[in-house]
């Protein structure tokens, strides 16, 4: 497939953007970028998809997601962020299961593929969302993600006892550090290598 008459930012080492531009994808791997003009004549045979006026660019990676607060998006958005955290984003999530968090996922992946972001970090993943499923997600989509497990010895946000967490989200020592090297040991590097598993500790000191 040529995608043509697009402007082209390469992100190259020559940061190159190129303006009535091209690409050629076979499969789903980028074989050639360059000028419309010399594209068409060195591919003629290949079908043609016309981007006149649109932008093409790299994919874009998100640094820090929390997949499962997808799902509470607007939830009590006029707190200051303890009284949001512990007063209700933390109440919701210490009851989430398995099926939510997968859900959770699949929403904030599509949303993400959507907006053009083909990688992400997932920085804290708690045991009772289901790391199995947000693999699974990933696998599904297509995706690429660096997956945090929740490493965690402290049932605190800090050292502020004001921040206590949701009993539902306190994990201890071992079962956070054997979560993970289990996920680890069956997760990391599948998915046609598109999958990272990584200690996702909470704070320093939580």
């Known amino acids: 497939m040529l995608y043509t008459h697009a402007t082209v930012v390469t992100v190259d080492t020559s940061r190159r953007i190129i303006t009535d531009g091209a690409i050629r994808v076979v499969g789903d791997v980028i074989v050639d970028i360059g000028k419309t003009a010399i594209l068409k004549e060195k591919h003629a045979a290949d079908e043609e998809y016309d981007l006149s006026g649109r932008i ?45 968090g997968y859900a959770a996922a699949r929403l904030s992946i599509g949303e993400m593929l959507k907006s053009g972001t083909t990688c992400f970090l997932e920085s804290m993943f708690a045991d009772r969302y289901g790391f199995d499923g947000l693999c699974r997600a990933v696998e599904e989509s297509g995706i690429r993600g660096c997956l945090g497990k929740i490493v965690m010895d402290i049932a605190k946000y800090a050292k502020d006892d004001a921040w206590a967490m949701h009993p539902g989200l306190v994990e201890n ?29 909470r704070t320093p000191g939580g």
């Open 56 to 100: 093409v660019i790299p994919g874009l990676i998100s640094t820090h997601m929390h997949t499962a607060q997808t799902l509470l998006r607007g939830t009590a958005d006029d707190l200051e962020l303890v009284s949001w955290l512990c007063e209700r984003i933390w109440v919701l999530q210490g009851n989430f299961t398995a099926e939510d």
């Open 173 to 201: 020592r071992e079962t956070s550090l054997l979560g993970t090297v289990k996920m680890w040991e069956k997760w990391n590097g599948a998915a046609d290598d598109r999958i990272r598993v990584w200690f996702g500790a």
